[in-house]
């Protein structure tokens, strides 16, 4: 039997068994010339098969994220997948990394000197860390600063990652704030221009910076070992 005579009620289990095998988002393009059938049918495959690991009370549900489809484990079971990653993965990001890495995200492109600027800290040490890991990328110069400075960005697998169809899917900021206050130093740190950036890194208030290290450590908790990919997970082999 040829894939292009595979019969429409089949579809969806070959797609679980593409995915299962994937390290990493696949396009609904890419499956369908896989399985050598029309992209709309490969879209209502997706569709019915992230249905019904939906309705089966599943432990992996389907995502479509960075412009592609992946396994993921269910949130419902993160505590206990965390227990078990946290058993052999040593690669856990340290909380500076953590907090650049929300810095970066939320303000991207940045530059290192912004990046400081806003943690209060200087921060080349966790970017670099994050740009190793492939979370972060170099994402050109910055023509209107001195000296064009690097850019930062982050990645595709900082997408695959956190669970994130793009970076417009990251959470609202005021939701980590604990008082007005705090969320006028978030706006006023976030509202950062380029051309302030070298000031405000020479300027930074201390009582400032620990209270958004601690909106940005509030941002890491949120999704720190979430959501699991099913192959770092050990579920996807």
């Known amino acids: 039997m040829t894939f292009q005579d ?3 009620s089949d579809i969806p289990g070959a797609l679980e068994a593409l995915l299962f ?8 393009s890419a499956l369908a010339e896989m399985l050598d059938v029309d992209r709309a049918c490969v ?5 019915t098969l992230q249905h019904r690991l939906a309705t089966d009370e599943s432990g992996i549900q389907l995502r479509e994220v960075a412009g592609g489809w992946r396994l993921y484990t269910h949130p419902r079971y993160h505590v ?3 227990r078990y990653v946290l058993s052999w993965d ?8 953590l907090e650049t890495l929300a810095v970066v995200a939320y303000c991207q492109p940045v530059t290192r000197t912004q990046v400081a600027s806003i943690r209060g800290v200087n921060s080349d040490s966790p970017l670099n860390s994050l740009v190793e890991k492939g979370l972060v990328r170099e994402a050109g110069k910055d023509a209107n600063s001195p000296g064009q400075p690097m850019l930062y960005a982050t990645t595709r697998t900082f997408l695959e990652k956190f669970g994130l169809a793009g ?6 900021l005021e939701q980590f704030a604990p008082d007005e206050r705090t969320r006028e130093l978030i706006g006023e740190r976030l509202g950062i221009t380029r051309a302030q950036a070298d ?4 300027s930074c208030d201390d009582d400032d910076a620990a209270l958004d290290a601690g909106f940005v450590s509030d941002f890491a908790d949120e999704f720190e070992f979430e959501p699991y990919d099913a192959k770092e997970d050990g579920l996807v082999r």
């Open 6 to 8: 595979l019969p429409d």
């Open 21 to 28: 095998v994937s390290d990493e988002p696949v396009a609904a």
């Open 43 to 47: 879209v209502e495959g997706l569709a």
């Open 80 to 82: 206990l997948v965390e």
């Open 90 to 97: 040593t690669r856990r990001l340290s909380q500076a990394a």
């Open 167 to 172: 970076p417009a899917d990251l959470p609202d």
């Open 199 to 202: 000031e405000a890194a020479a």
